[in-house]
């Protein structure tokens, strides 16, 4: 939401970052959050907070929760089967030649990040149970213990596909602890099924009545949907897929909509144009929106989100190219796609469109009067550089009249209709309902007018094919190799640079090695392969 945080609040929101303990749930400012968690009011501002501080998920270079490296999030889609990691980005390579450790700071942030968000939303939720506060609804308590327990589910959702086993906590702790014991995934996974339920039940339901980032039943639902799967319950997944698709308030879309409807596009690229992923620009595919306009109080600073520079290759690095929005803007090329993803596309696909995917770079800087005008050749040591590459267009952005700037300041489409249908598939093919399978991924063949599947092509890996087509640079690709157990196999298949290095116990990260030295009131070993 793209409202103001004061100072004191935001302080509140990131104190559990600044903790001696990983899980130190002892508030450093309890008098502040005894003030603001008094009325309707206050519980507004902290939901604020929850926003900003979920925001964070996406920090780059800010010294910050899972700042300390560009691109941080992009260890979880490059190295595997959808993604190279460019030569020139140290920071990133470990997560392609599998080198990295217990001590890796990008590991050990992300931990930091989810146990922070999970200690902001239990203060929500604890406090909401005290008999002293002024509400001025009867359902405001619910409201806001909904929207705390998708946060903290969401949480979790990082913890359990990273690191498997993880210490389940509900409460504020009124001590410091050293003595917290790893959950096994399958109870926590049980846990955050519940708080899914909770928020899909208490949550508002019409999208229509809320300002664009706020969560809805069918945000939750979508999730529920996920992990159920991930729990092994795919009838339960089935429901909870099947009351988004079915649903009044959300569509494929089919037909073109939004900014530059009228100029030449198509409706899965008017998706992904600056302003038009809330419903009110017309695209009501979109189930969640994360809010990070450019120059918007509340929205992302120029240090959140830098999708864009990972996606977008450094193309001005070339002699004959300067930056320009016809190419993206200002990229860094640090991920770039397998060749085996744009290959794997239909030519009438309109995912396959020459405004989803950019494969033809022309010169274009005036001052170079000998290439000016023609075509660039793409070459293997350029790919490997991140300076040039086929590259989809999802993430092109530049602000008017600042060419080089940093950020990608688009707000992001977290979950959209078309993944809800690929879900539905998911559950349908580990429950052995194939024809029903091919029925929900042919929903999104449709929309993208590809030729329709047929059941003796589904399986587990067509649908990842399908998902990478769709969702690529969406979804968080190791969160679905991780459940579909396909993680191992996948890379070695399609990354050749990562085949050779990657092992059975890279599955999972190692837990952060801090977290175990700190942890001290009981020893932990970490996961297998990182002793």
């Not at 504020?172 to 959950?183: G, P």
């Not at 990972?310 to 300067?322: L, Q």
């Not at 969406?474 to 996948?490: D, P, Y």
């Amino acid at each position: 939401m793209k409202k103001y945080i004061s100072a004191i609040l935001f302080a509140l929101v990131l104190f559990s970052a600044c903790s001696d303990s990983f899980l130190d749930e002892n508030p450093k400012n309890f008098e502040s959050a005894e003030q603001t968690y008094k009325t309707t009011k206050g519980f507004n501002a902290a939901l604020n907070g929850l926003h900003a501080y979920a925001r964070l998920e996406f920090e780059t270079w800010n010294d910050n929760i899972v700042a300390q490296g560009a691109c941080a999030y992009e260890v979880l889609q490059g190295g595997l089967d959808i993604c190279y990691i460019n030569n020139v980005d140290g920071t990133l390579q470990p997560f392609q030649k599998y080198t990295f450790d217990a001590t890796n700071s990008y590991i050990a942030n992300r931990w930091k990040w989810a146990y922070g968000l999970i200690t902001n939303a239990n203060m929500m939720v604890n406090y909401a149970e005290k008999g002293d506060v002024a509400w001025i609804k009867d359902t405001d308590k619910t409201f806001f213990q909904a929207n705390a327990r998708f946060f903290r589910a969401y949480a979790y959702r990082y913890l359990t596909y990273l690191y498997g086993d993880v210490p389940w906590v509900d409460k504020v702790e009124d001590t410091y602890r050293v003595d917290f014991e790893r959950t096994p995934k399958a109870q926590v996974l049980a846990k955050m099924i519940e708080d899914l339920e909770f928020a899909a039940k208490y949550l508002p339901e019409n999208p229509g009545d809320v300002k664009d980032g706020e969560l809805t039943k069918w945000v939750a639902l979508h999730m529920l949907s996920e992990i159920s799967i991930f729990a092994g319950d795919y009838k339960k997944a089935q429901t909870a897929a099947l009351e988004v698709i079915n649903s009044p308030y959300f569509k494929l879309m089919d037909t073109r909509f939004g900014k530059n409807a009228s100029q030449a596009g198509d409706p899965f690229a008017d998706m992904f144009l600056e302003k038009n992923q809330n419903r009110k620009a017309g695209n009501l595919e979109s189930i969640w929106v994360i809010q990070a306009e450019y120059n918007v109080t509340g929205g992302s600073t120029t240090y959140n989100d830098w999708t864009r520079r990972a996606w977008v290759p450094a193309y001005y690095s070339i002699p004959g190219f300067m930056i320009t929005q016809e190419y993206g803007g200002r990229g860094l090329g640090q991920i770039r796609p397998i060749d085996y993803i744009f290959n794997s596309y239909e030519t009438q696909d309109i995912r396959n469109s020459i405004y989803n995917i950019r494969r033809e770079f022309i010169y274009n800087d005036p001052k170079n009067t000998e290439l000016f005008g023609k075509k660039h050749t793409i070459t293997e040591d350029n790919m490997d550089r991140g300076y040039m590459f086929p590259a989809t267009t999802k993430f092109d952005y530049m602000p008017e009249n600042d060419p080089t700037y940093a950020g990608n300041q688009k707000d992001k489409i977290r979950f959209r209709l078309a993944e809800t249908y690929l879900l539905l598939a998911e559950a349908y093919i580990n429950d052995s309902q194939i024809s029903k399978a091919v029925d929900a991924i042919n929903k999104v063949r449709t929309r993208s007018r590809a030729t329709l599947t047929k059941q003796a092509e589904v399986n587990m890996d067509y649908l990842l094919d399908e998902r990478a087509r769709e969702l690529l640079g969406e979804e968080m690709r190791r969160f679905t190799l991780v459940r579909t157990g396909k993680l191992i196999e996948r890379t070695k298949k399609y990354n050749s640079k990562s085949a050779s290095t990657i092992k059975d116990h890279h599955v999972l990260w190692p837990v952060p090695q801090g977290v175990i030295d700190a942890n001290s009131g009981l020893k932990w070993e970490n996961n297998p392969g990182y002793n």
